[in-house]
Antibody
Framework: QVQLQQSGAELAKPGSSVKISCKAS????????ISWIKQTTGQGLEYIGY????????YYNEKFKGKATLTVDKSSSTAFMQLSSLTPEDTAVYYC??????????WGQGVMVTVSS | DTVLTQSPALAVSPGERVTISCRAS??????MHWYQQKPGQQPKLLIY???NLESGVPARFSGSGSGTDFTLTIDPVEADDTATYFC?????????FGGGTKLELK
């Protein structure tokens, strides 16, 4: 069965970076893009962008350009998202999701990123 | 960006029919999808392409609409349907989500 297994919770200091992972299984990894979505209580769900797992090509929501960097390791069927120059506004749950024609049919369990000094 | 507007909350009794609406600030054709999220869990796809039922989702769930106005219907509602429901559009970039409708059972 399709599964997206994300890395564990992160506690980071303002100004630092974190890199979270999303390991896919149960399907041909390079046949689907992987998207990333941010969830906060105040802002709801926000689309960060996606990576084409075959070519490595990326698309970023304008709001997250310079904040998020998406990469992929095809050999391990894993997608990564690095968040840089962290501020308290980056505190959120971050999900990866398999993207099929614009919709998200499978989601990871989410990673809580907390930014605090 | 395309703004999706949902009512924040609804309360219904088990066995009733409930409709959850989502209005888009511009046309999204039929590029609208619905998700269910229970507390502490990731969202789950229910309806795609405005009206198509995702595999494994009970037929009590249905979707309709096109352009700017969309509806998710649950009929009949069961206790397990307590959750927050989100709409999401994929017609315009960037993809956007509605603010969610929290469904509570009386």
């Amino acid at each position: 069965q399709v599964q997206l297994q994300q890395s564990g919770a992160e506690l980071a200091k303002p100004g630092s970076s974190v890199k979270i992972s999303c390991k896919a299984s149960g399907y041909t990894f390079t046949s689907y893009d992987i998207s990333w979505i941010k969830q906060t209580t105040g802002q709801g769900l926000e689309y960060i962008g996606y990576i084409n797992t075959g070519s490595g090509g990326t698309y970023y929501n304008e709001k997250f350009k310079g904040k998020a960097t998406l990469t992929v390791d095809k050999s391990s069927s894993t997608a990564f998202m690095q968040l840089s120059s962290l501020t308290p506004e980056d505190t959120a749950v971050y999900y990866c999701a398999r993207c099929d024609g614009g919709l998200f049919d499978y989601w990871g369990q989410g990673v809580m990123v907390t930014v605090s000094s | 960006d395309t703004v999706l507007t949902q009512s924040p909350a609804l309360a219904v009794s088990p066995g009733e029919r409930v409709t959850i609406s989502c209005r888009a600030s511009e046309s999204v054709s039929t590029g609208m999808h619905w998700y269910q999220q229970k507390p502490g869990q990731q969202p789950k796809l229910l309806i795609y392409g405005a009206s198509n039922l995702e595999s494994g989702v009970p037929a009590r769930f249905s979707g309709s609409g096109s352009g700017t106005d969309f509806t998710l219907t649950i009929d009949p509602v069961e206790a397990d349907d307590t959750a927050t429901y989100f709409c999401q559009q994929s017609w315009n970039d960037p993809r956007t989500f509605g603010g969610g409708t929290k469904l509570e059972l009386k």
